[in-house]
């Protein structure tokens, strides 16, 4: 099983620029998370989703959306690139009362 | 206001050492703290969790401590190896079900042989 993969590892924007950042987990977990993590501080929480379908905010959910079609797929959506947005962002799933397994992380820079 | 707090500068501890780091937090009412390590360029790897109710927890080398009266938890490697550097998060989770986690910005520990 490969768990949590994320795609890209590494992605250079432009101010404006929109993108998708992609997570797919193949242990048919039902709750996917969003967070980020800026140097110096605490992942914050950007998105949550309980299954397919059903999404819900997180501690810091604006200027970003996300979708949920599928148990596999969480996929993180930045309409307008901006600056604040430079970060590394990490996806995690889990089941059941066991804890969250990590992707390796997208590191964005926003230029 | 909620604050979780770890050690913010690094540990640095002779091989062989027993590594340990901190975690408090305010106003917060934790059903349960878990601890992940994060080596760089990685995502956070879980290593314990304890509940409210449980004093302490161990796995191999790792020991789990939380006191819900001091809001402290504490985060104990023994018999340290330089393989043990990483970044150690702590993490509450106050939402029940959701398992929506608070993390601490994590303590870097350095095993020097």
């Known amino acids: 099983n490969a768990g949590v993969t994320q795609t890209p590892k590494f992605r250079i924007l432009k101010i404006g620029q929109s993108m998708t950042l992609q997570c797919t987990q193949d242990m048919n977990h039902n709750y996917m998370y969003w967070y980020r993590q800026d140097p110096g501080m605490g992942l914050k929480l950007i998105y949550y989703?309980?299954?397919?379908?059903?999404?819900d905010k997180g501690e810091v959910p604006n200027g970003y959306n996300v979708s949920r079609s599928t148990t596999e797929d969480f996929p993180l959506r930045l309409e307008l690139a901006a600056p604040s947005q430079t970060s590394v962002y990490f996806c995690?799933?889990?089941?059941?009362?066991?804890?969250?397994?990590f992707g390796d992380g997208t590191r964005l820079s926003i230029l | 206001s909620q604050k979780i707090e770890q050690n913010s500068e690094a540990l640095n501890i002779q091989e062989g050492k027993t590594a340990t780091l901190t975690c408090n937090y305010t106003n917060y009412s934790p059903a349960y703290l878990q601890w992940y390590r994060q080596d760089p360029g990685r995502g956070p790897v879980f290593l314990l969790l304890i509940r409210e109710n449980e004093k302490e927890k161990r796995k191999e080398r790792l020991k789990v401590t939380f006191d819900t009266t001091l809001k402290q938890s504490l985060f104990h490697i023994t018999a340290s190896q330089p393989a043990d550097s990483a970044t150690y998060l702590c993490?509450?989770?106050?939402?029940?079900?959701?398992?929506?986690?608070?993390f601490g910005a994590g303590t870097r520990l350095a095993v020097h042989p």
């Open positions: 993490a509450l989770d106050t939402s029940g079900g959701y398992n929506k986690l608070i």
């Open positions: 995690a799933s889990r089941e059941g009362d066991q804890p969250q397994h």
């Open positions: 989703s309980v299954g397919a379908g059903i999404t």
